[in-house]
C-alpha cells in the first residue's frame, strides 16, 4: 500500500482528485468506480470545480458506484444515486446514462447483484475505485465477516453502520436495514484503488489497516492482496500511526 499523508481534508481531496483528472485525460473513457458518504464530497467538489475551470471532459467516461440502500429509490433524498446527481454528475458533462449505481429497488434483488458484476465485465472492469472506509473496517458496505471472494451482493448493515449513517436520516429507525453492495472480489478487480481518510475518527480504522493483518474481520484488510492501492489520510486519520 502507497500512503500519502496530507495536512488537511481539503488537501486530502486535491490530491484525489488530480489522480482521477489524470486518469480520465490520460484514457477518456475510463470506467470510474465511485462512493458516497462525508469523505470524497471534498473531492467531487474539486472534480466539479477543475471542469468548470478547466474543462476536462467526462463525455466518454463510464461510472460505477459502490453501493445503494435496498428500498431507497432515485428520487429519495438519501438514496445514494440522489447523492451522486447531486453532488457530481449533475455538474460534470458526463451522460446520466452512462453512470450506474445498483438498483435499490430491484424486484428480484439477486438477480440485480449479478447484473451489476456482468455491467462491470462489459464496461471492461473498472480503471480507477475510489474508496472511503467505514469505523469498523468497512469497505463498500462489506461488514466484517465479508469474504474475501464475495462479488456484489445483498447485506444486512451492521449496527454500527447504521448508526453512523443515522445523522442524514431523520431518525435511526429511517435508516434502511439491507443495501447492495460490491463485494471485495469486485473492488479487488478494479486495476487501482485510491482510499480516502480524513478526521480523527477514522484514525483507529487506518491504524489497523496499515498494521497489515489481513482478515476478513477487517475488510479492509483485503486492501494487501491488491498491488496497486494509495491511501491518502489527512494528519488526523493518520495521529494513532506511532
Ligand atoms: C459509501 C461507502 C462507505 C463509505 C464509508 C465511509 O459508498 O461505500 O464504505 O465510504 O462508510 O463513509 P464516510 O465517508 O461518510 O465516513
Known amino acids: ?84 446527481n447531486q453532488h457530481l454528475f449533475a455538474h460534470l458533462d458526463i451522460p446520466l446514462h452512462e453512470t450506474h449505481v445498483p438498483d435499490g429497488l430491484a424486484a428480484d434483488l439477486d438477480e440485480e447483484c449479478r447484473r451489476y458484476e456482468r455491467l462491470i465485465d462489459e464496461l471492461g472492469g473498472i480503471d480507477l475505485q475510489l474508496l472511503g472506509i467505514g469505523r469498523n473496517g468497512h469497505i463498500g458496505f462489506n461488514e466484517p465477516g ?12 451492521a449496527p454500527l453502520t447504521r448508526e453512523a449513517n443515522a445523522r442524514f436520516f431523520p431518525s435511526l429507525d429511517d435508516v434502511p436495514r439491507y443495501a447492495i453492495t460490491m463485494g471485495i472480489a469486485t473492488i479487488l478487480r478494479s486495476r487501482r484503488i485510491v482510499l480516502l481518510a480524513s478526521g480523527e475518527e477514522k484514525a483507529e480504522a487506518i491504524a489497523r489497516l496499515l498494521e497489515g493483518v489481513v482478515t476478513p474481520d477487517w475488510p479492509a484488510s483485503a486492501l494487501h492482496l491488491h498491488p496497486d492501492v494509495t491511501i491518502i489520510a489527512d494528519c488526523a486519520a493518520l495521529s494513532l500511526i506511532p
Do not use: C, W
Not at 462525508?38 to 471542469?51: E, M, P
Not at 474475501?148 to 444486512?156: N, R
Open 1 to 84: 500500500l502507497q500512503l500519502l499523508e496530507t495536512a488537511d481534508y481539503t488537501e486530502m481531496s486535491r490530491r484525489a482528485a488530480d489522480i482521477i483528472i489524470k486518469q480520465v485525460k490520460e484514457k477518456p473513457n475510463a470506467v470510474l468506480g465511485l462512493a458516497t458518504g462525508s469523505t470524497v464530497l471534498g473531492v467531487y467538489r474539486q472534480l466539479a470545480a477543475d471542469h468548470r475551470q478547466h474543462g476536462t471532459s467526462y463525455r466518454l467516461v463510464r461510472t460505477v458506484n459502490l453501493d445503494e440502500y435496498v428500498g431507497l429509490g432515485p428520487d429519495h433524498p438519501n438514496s445514494y444515486r440522489y447523492y451522486m
Open 146 to 157: 465479508t469474504p474475501f471472494s464475495s462479488p456484489t451482493h445483498v447485506v444486512k448493515l
